[in-house]
């Protein structure tokens, strides 16, 4: 989980066409990696603004009428790993502020140390 930046979001992106010398409708589902405080953006495309990478992608997906169609359960499968890293992202902010605390107080307290010292 390293490999992504401490200030920076996941969220779920679709897009959907129907396509010729196809029946039926087919989508794309992408979680994006996007700037901290951006909610949607416009394509699934690392052109666009916000956009930082894009995590995981499945294309040509076939958009059913229910939850039990591919689109719909290849959907519940990257919504759950996008709350996954969203969880891990906010568990690494709270962590490094926590450390970022820590280190404000030790250096007024060395500080004073040297003080009292000489």
Do not use: W
């Amino acid at each position: 989980m390293a490999k992504y930046p401490i200030d920076s979001d996941f969220i779920l992106r679709e897009s959907s066409a129907s396509p010729k010398g196809r029946f039926g409708r087919y989508c794309k589902i992408a979680i994006l990696e996007v700037d901290a405080g951006c909610t949607s953006v416009r394509e699934i495309s690392t052109r666009a603004t916000g956009v930082r990478s894009i995590v995981e992608v499945t294309d040509r997906l076939h958009f059913g009428s229910t939850a039990r169609s591919e689109a719909g359960r290849e959907r519940a499968r990257l919504e759950a790993e996008c709350r996954r890293l969203n969880k891990s992202q906010q568990a690494r902010r709270k962590r490094a502020a926590t450390v970022a605390a820590k280190q404000e107080l030790a250096v007024p307290l060395f500080e004073d140390a040297i003080s009292l010292a000489t």
